[in-house]
């Protein structure tokens, strides 16, 4: 008999392997402009997987091409993206907001707006599936956009992906809850009790959802998002030895993200450490300089503080590169994909304990750890960074960027990936318990 390892048996039973048909459901992608976590975790699990041999079409219900009409699909490294613009439901969403039909649903969902990106994703999806059927639909948390498809395409079966719901995220941004997130909390939880399976992307989003949405968790696994690994080597610092510090910060500038956190903690900083400077990249939200104690002896940080705005994504790894530590002092964080792609750019990080970075960072060898919402905690992990050795903080980037490579790349949570979707599809297993690959 020949040896099982042998690289015919190999080639053998990859061709043996499913060759599947994904269908993705997002309310981003990172096509032409920067956008957030969901939309940088789907384009690279999508091209890892296309390239893979599957094939992947993507629902992307986006403005990015509103201005060419209502729907516009492009490629990206083997992956057919179809922009749905919002322009293809306007009349549904002048129908939507009259008050009499807002009244006569008031009941189940006390503001309508909030089903225009389902209603748009799945009567796009209504003509594509004439010609076309996919073997598994992802779908995401945010905004629901797969509400739909659970219910009404009973055959194939549907991931949600979690990336951070309504519930989870709103409390944390100091807004009111009202009728509309009101809404879209119940078109999130529909949609996670009518799907096949709930994937988070973390233990911590997990219990959440478990909570939020009254899911049995034998009925939620697990896996990581993954980070793009096109960085290596080491951390920029400052060579040329002045004796600057570079400290990066990428996310929404939001209360949630815990921008005032830590504006606050670099102008404490700021008298010992004038050398420090912050480079904020990200959507501006909350404006940082309203943070700032303009009559303190921290009111020199203002020149030290950096706005780069969204930028691409190409760009933000230039400037993770060119630091020498990162901080995410974020109050609350499902995952975390910044601070992972900082690890993987082989920087040492910051995150707070509210996180699902958590599962990623080791206190004291990839980074430090503080208390979510605690000024004093995120100062005394920044001042400890700041004092380390370039050495010791290069030592502490590259084991990180290994952990991120080894357990974060696309190849490895792809491998995760596509063994659930085999195992849902028709002739796999679709119990919920131990599903894990």
């Known amino acids: 008999m020949g040896n099982p390892a042998t690289p015919g048996v190999k080639i053998a039973r990859q061709y043996l392997r499913q060759t599947l ?92 707006v909030p089903l225009i990106p389902p209603l748009t994703a799945f009567c796009y999806w209504r003509r594509l599936r004439r010609h076309w059927r996919p073997d598994i639909i992802e779908t995401f948390d945010w905004k629901a956009t797969g509400l739909l498809f659970a219910p009404f395409e009973g055959g194939i079966p549907v991931v949600f992906r979690g990336g951070g719901h309504c519930k989870a995220l709103i409390p944390y941004n100091d807004l009111p809850w009202n009728h509309f997130f009101e809404s879209q909390h119940r078109l999130e939880r529909w949609t996670a009790r009518a799907s096949t399976l709930l994937v988070p992307c973390s233990e911590l989003l997990g219990e959440d959802e478990a909570r939020d949405f009254q899911i049995p968790k034998e009925k939620i696994l697990p896996v990581p998002n993954c980070v793009s690994l096109i960085r290596t080597g080491d951390p920029g610092g400052d060579p040329s030895g002045r004796g600057t510090t570079k400290v990066a910060f990428v996310g929404r500038l939001e209360l949630r993200k815990g921008i005032d956190l830590l504006v606050k903690a670099a102008e404490s900083l700021y008298v010992k450490y004038p050398e420090v400077d912050y480079y904020l ?157």
């Open 21 to 112: 048909k994904i269908l993705y459901i997002t309310p981003e992608y990172p096509l032409p402009n920067p956008s957030g976590g969901i939309a940088g975790y789907l384009r690279d699990i999508a091209r890892e997987t296309a390239q893979r041999g599957h094939e992947v079409k993507i629902i992307c219900q986006d403005e990015a091409y509103a201005g060419e009409g209502a729907v516009h699909i492009d490629f990206d490294e083997g992956v057919e993206i179809h922009f749905v613009s919002k322009s293809l439901m306007r009349t549904l969403a002048k129908v939507l907001e009259t008050p009499r039909l807002r009244r006569l649903f008031r009941f189940a969902i006390p503001d309508l």
């Open 281 to 437: 990249v990200g959507r501006i939200d909350k404006d940082p300089f309203q943070f700032l104690n303009t009559k303190g002896p921290g009111r020199g940080l203002r020149e030290k503080i950096h706005l780069t705005g969204p930028i691409p994504r190409d760009k933000v790894y230039d400037t993770l590169a060119g630091c020498d530590f990162a901080v995410f002092p974020s109050r609350y964080e499902p995952f975390g994909n910044v601070a992972l792609e900082a690890m993987a750019c082989g920087l040492p990080v910051i995150v707070s304990d509210r996180g699902g970075w958590r599962e990623a960072v080791e206190e004291g060898e990839t980074g430090f750890v503080c208390r979510a919402g605690d000024v004093d905690s995120l100062r005394e992990a920044m001042e400890r960074m700041i004092l380390l050795s370039r050495e010791k903080r290069v030592d502490m980037g590259r084991r990180g960027r290994e952990r991120v490579v080894r357990d974060y790349s696309a190849r490895a949570v792809a491998d995760r990936m596509i063994a659930i979707y085999e195992k849902l599809t028709p002739g796999g297993r679709t119990t919920y318990k131990g599903m894990g690959p």
